[in-house]
Structure formats: structure tokens, C-alpha cells
């Protein structure tokens, strides 16, 4: 005797396909989405990005040398400057979260108190680059930051010498919008294909009278939903397998797997089937539960962080965010796959499976499995 | 028309299904009303009525699907009111529901397969598939079948667990004539088969052809119950002489003396017969036109037993 969940899993897969269009809607049209805000977003200016704290103010302006210094680095019109407060005691934090808020490289460039006043006494200045080794513009940056360095100071001196770059390794994960994006792709997916594939599979069950069928046999309600789940948790695999050996093979995105992104899978295929399941019971035509269904997921995507970091939503989006189940399964993706920080991957994770076990056993309570 | 007897041991019951004042309602509508049937191993019952007359409510309550309002029903020897003994019903018997339709994308074989992995023991699949004919179907995918295969693939799902009774909730609506012959062809095979067979039908004809034993059901209630034979005996009326195609014309021809006749069906002349009376008749008709007329003897059917129980025909589509 075969195992009757595993028959209903085979069958949902099978299913699956050989249905076109559930390939299209899985596979297709997520990888069809990442080229296309790849190719949108992804290449941005070729200037390399650098941040600067220029510690050196006097009465809140900065001194003539450091300002002296900033200008020249200007005018070699190889870099965006953005500009970290000068009271910022944490600079290389709020660089870290303010260029994973904008897709910028982590560099940062440190001009120190008294940077003025050590050139005017003819000391030797020192001036600090904080970057990544493994950054791919660290040697051309350096090289560039480098050069300019030494040549104003052969313009303020005479003596190439007298400003010293110190080079400060740091680590960084170099966000590009790519790989924040490729995450939230997985999400999105793993979202409809949950949401749709519980509307539409007891939609039609019912409506062929499969489901009916299916109760006057020993088969029961409980095994008939692990059996929907187990086929979402192989779906949600294939997806993700797919998504990220695509990012990788085009984008060269690098990810991580590890405990959490399986957590996080195993949470989203209960999560997001529970939700349709809740749907399918509170709308019973088949057309309008999915209408409802794409009322719920289309929200979900755009203020879930799907598309764009929900830093960038008005206050009032942002916690409209809170609430919605895929920010946790995205923010927790972004965590595990790419960010590499296991806390925060971690609180997102068990916030997901907490909405993934409400949200089933809601809709296996409400699913009328004998009478309709 | 219900009869006490004590219930055997579940299981071992020669009554397959035994119900006994058995009522649904839904709010103020009584769906089925004080009903009392049996069903005895081997036979093929035929639970006959017009839409909405209360079949599927009744055979879904006989499936564990619906729970009675009131009243008692036994399959197999179990109560099906009791939770436990409601997983040895499920076990046992094998159900075709109304407007069933099996996973499209999978092949006949394989959603044999499906459903018969619900239960611990399941047919051949290859058997079951030469049972209905369907044999070069078998690798081909349910969707893409037509509507008398579809039936025929819903049919052998049905016998799947080699069930001790199938129900077969209206197993032919909708099919052209010639595909509602090729399931009666399976179910008179699982009649010879020795199978006991529930099946609920609007078809008048249907019911004659297949059933050892009919009830009929109008309204929520069993209006009349026993072997097609029993009821047009009792119900039919009298035999019927045609003579097609005579038209009012025929009518002015007809010699004196004969019972009263009518003219149905654009032109056809029908003359209640009374015993013994067709000789004459026939000797009478000799003398007139008519006699180059097709004319044929009509026994009366079930749908004459059902007009003169209701004064109404049940129409094609089963209203
Ligand atoms: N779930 C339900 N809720 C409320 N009323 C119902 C329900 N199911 C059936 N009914 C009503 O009960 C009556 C009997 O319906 P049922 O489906 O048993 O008839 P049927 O003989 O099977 O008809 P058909 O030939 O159309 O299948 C009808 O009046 C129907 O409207
Ligand atoms: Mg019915």
C-alpha cells in the first residue's frame, strides 16, 4: 500500500507538470522578472560609490585643507560622494545600513580631527579608507582615492609624503539591487504559488467533486492537506533551487543556504496555503475566491519588500508591512540567503512559522471537508 | 413499508442498506421526508425521481457525507450516525458522485491508481480498466476524454476497493443515448458480478432496464416501491394500441364501438386496451384505411406509472 499523503502529493506534482501554465506562473515568470528589474535597476552609474566623514569642522565648516582635500577628490569625477555626518559616532554602521538601503558599495572614507591643523605644522596627516578587500572596486577605488592623495599633498607641501592613506579593512556584503531583489523573488513565488495553488486546487477539487469522492473514502481531512502542503514544500524547493542557480549563473548573486532558509520554505508552504485555504472558505466560487486571492497577494508583494526595501515606504505603508505575513518570509530570505546575519534571519523565521501555524490550522478548522 | 427487523451483525448483514424513517431537512425545506427502503445483497436498486426530489440527499447520507435530521440508516450492518462505524462504511464501499470528474491531468490508469491508494486494498488497475472498456484510454489523460469515457473512468474509480456496495448518484445525465448504453453495459457487468448496486436516476427507461427493485421518490418521499414489473402492473394503466401517423384524420376513421381514443405525439392514435380486446379490435381495423398503418402494441412504462402516481412526465433533463 502506497502511503496516501504521498499519493496526493504525486498527484498535485503531476499535475503540476503537465500544466504549461503552472510552469510559466512557478519557474518562467519569476526568472522573466528578475532580468527584466535586473536589467532596469541593476546598472547603475559607473561612478563607485564612497562615503565620507569629514571629521575636521571648525564652527561647523570644515577646515581649508579638508575641504581642500574633498574637492580635489571631487574633481577626478570618479565618485559619488555622499556625505556622513560629521557628529555620526558609529560612521561604519550607518554606512553598512544606509547603503543596503540604497544599493551602494560599503566605503567609507575618514578625515580625522585635527587634519588641518596637523598639515599647517608640517606633521604627517593620516587619512582613513575603510573598505573590503573583496569588494571587486577596491583596487581601482584605492588606487584612485591613493593618487589624489598624494598629489595634493605634493600641491599643499612639496612632499608627496606628508598625507598618509591608512587603509582599514573591513567586511562587507556588498549589497547590488540584484541581490535584494532575488530574495524577494523567491518570496513573491513561493507567496502565489501557496495563495493560488490552495484557491484554485480545492476550488476546482470541489467543484469536480473530487473532494467529495475523496471523503467517502478512508482518506482523511488532516491527510488531505499535509498531502497539499508536502507538494507546496516541494515547489517551494524547486523555486528557490531555480531562482538562485539563475541569479547566480546571469548575476553572479552568492547565496547561502542554511538552517533558516529551510525553515523558512517549510514555514512558507504552510503559511501561504493556509491563507488560500482561509480565502477558499470565506469566498466559495471558484472565480471570485480568486479574485480574492489576487487581492490579498498583489498588496502583500509591493509593501512586503518584494520589489523595494520597505525603508523607502511612507510611515504609514510601512506598517501596513508589519502585518503582512511575506515580510517576514522576505526580510527572513534577505537574512539567511544574502545578509548572512543568522539573528535576524532567526526572528524572522520563527515569526513565520508562528503565522504559518495559525494561518493552517485556521484554514484546515474552516475547510468543510464532508458537507457543503 | 418498513420493516423492524433487528439489525444483524455489522458486516454480515444480507440487508446492505437498511433505512428506516429516515428525514433531512435543510431549515424549512425537508429534502427527504420519512423514508423507509432496504436493500438486499445482489441487488440492483434504482432510486428514481426528478430533480430535486431528494436522491443525492439520501445517498449522501447512506455515504457518511451528510448526517440525517431524523431517523435511522444502516450500510452493511453499521449505523451511519456512529463516527466509528462510519471508517468501516467508508472502507467498503465504493461511491460515484453526481457530476464526479477525475484529476484531468492524470491518465485513466493513474487516477485509478489515485483513488484506489486511499484505501488499504485496491483492484487491478488493468482489471478494472477492461471492465469498462477502456482499455486503448488507459495512458490517456482524463481531460481529454469524452463525457461517456469520463463517466466510464468515474465508474471503475468507484469499484476501486472492490466494494461490497456501490452507489451510483445519477451515473448516465448528460450522456448521448449511445454512451448511456455503454454504462448501463458495465453496470449490468457488475450485476452479473453478483455487485449490489445503488444508483439514483431521473431516467424512466433507465430504471426499467437496470433496476431488480425501484422506489420511486418525489418530494422527499417514496411514492411507490417494488420490480418495474410490480409497479406497471399496479401504476401502468392499461396496454396502449398505436397506429402512428393517423392523424385527426385517422380519427374520423376509426369504426364504432371502440374504447376512446387520443391522439398523441403529432398524429399518433392511442386506444386504451382493456384485456381481451385487441383481437377485435385489430378484426375491426381491417375494415378501415387504417389498416396500412404502422401499428404496434405499447405495454405502459414507468413514466406512464409516474404520471398516474403524480399527474405529471418527468422531462428529459430530469425536471
Ligand atoms: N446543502 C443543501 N442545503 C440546502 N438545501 C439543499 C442542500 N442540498 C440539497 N438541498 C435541497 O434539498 C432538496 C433535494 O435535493 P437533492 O440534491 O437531494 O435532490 P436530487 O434528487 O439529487 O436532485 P437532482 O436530480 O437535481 O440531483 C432540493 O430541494 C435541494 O434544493
Ligand atoms: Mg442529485
Redesign the interface.
Known sequence: ????I??IIS?HF??WY??KSSIFWTIAFPLLLIVLFGAIFGSGSTKFDLYLQNQDLSANTPTYFSQGYITVLNNTGAFNLHVVPAEQPDPLTYVKNDAQLHNRGQRLLVIPLGFNATVMSGKNATIQLYMDQSDQASASLAGIVHSVTVSYAAAIAKAPNHLILQQVGIVTKNIRYIDFFIPGVIGMTLLTTGVFGAVNTNGSYRE???I????????SKIEWILGMVGYQMILATISLVVILFFGYAIFGVTATIDIYTVGLVVAASLLFPGIGMVLANFVKEAESADAAANAITFPMMFLGGTFWPRETLPDIMKIIANFMPLTYVNDGLRYALIYAEPAQALTNTLIALGLASFFIVLGSVLMNW??E | MSDNLPASLPGQSDRVVQVDKLSKKYGDNVAVNDISFNLTKGEVFAFLGPNGAGKTTTVEILECLRNPTGGRARVLGYDVSKRSDQAQIRKRIGVLPQDFNAIDRLTVRENINYFGAMFKHQLDADKLIELVDLKDKRDEQFKKLSGGLKQRVGLAVSLVNDPDVVFLDEPTTGLDPRARRDVWGVIERLKSQGKTVFLTTHYMDEAEYLADIVSIIDHGQIIASGTPDQLIDTHGGKKTLIIRDAGEEGLKQLPQGLPKAELRNAGDIAIPLHNGELTNILMSLAQTPLHDKEIEVRRPTLDDVFLNLTGRRVSEEGN
Do not use: C, D, N
Open positions: 500500500m502506497r502511503s496516501r504521498y499519493t498527484g503531476k499535475s503537465r500544466s469536480l467533486k473530487i467529495k469522492k475523496l471523503a467517502t473514502t478512508p482518506l464532508k458537507e
